[in-house]
């Protein structure tokens, strides 16, 4: 099995800055694609930004030239560095990585993280 576990969260105010981290663990022979995910009260859980094993970026046009998505492949872990933070980025903050577990088959599993809460203060 495959564990990821997300820290970074917490109450900022507007204009501040917070950066979420998630360390992937368990049984991984690779990682492709990570991510980033948020959720709002009543709303849906929606893209925040991707990028893959060999780097390539995507942004929901909300957070471009705010946030920044980076990734460490040597731990296993993806980084979200968000700044100049707006009130309705609040929401539950969730991590995604598609993983392979085994050298004998090349089909990947996509994981979820628990969530952090992210809550930005007017």
């Known amino acids: 099995q495959v564990q990821l576990v997300e820290s970074g969260g917490g109450l900022v105010q507007s204009g501040g800055s917070l950066r979420l981290s998630c360390k992937a663990s368990?049984?991984?022979?690779?990682?492709?694609?990570m991510g980033w995910y948020r959720q709002a009260p009543g709303k849906e859980r929606e893209l925040v930004a991707t990028i893959t094993s060999d780097d390539s970026t995507n942004y929901a046009d909300s957070v471009k030239g705010r946030f920044t998505i980076a990734r460490d492949n040597t731990k296993n872990t993806v980084f979200l560095q968000m700044n100049s933070l707006k009130p309705e980025d609040t929401a539950v903050y969730y991590c995604n990585a598609d993983v392979r577990s085994s050298w004998f088959s090349s089909s990947v599993v996509s994981y979820w993280g628990q969530g952090t809460q992210v809550t930005v203060s007017s």
């Open positions: 368990g049984r991984i022979v690779s990682i492709g694609a």
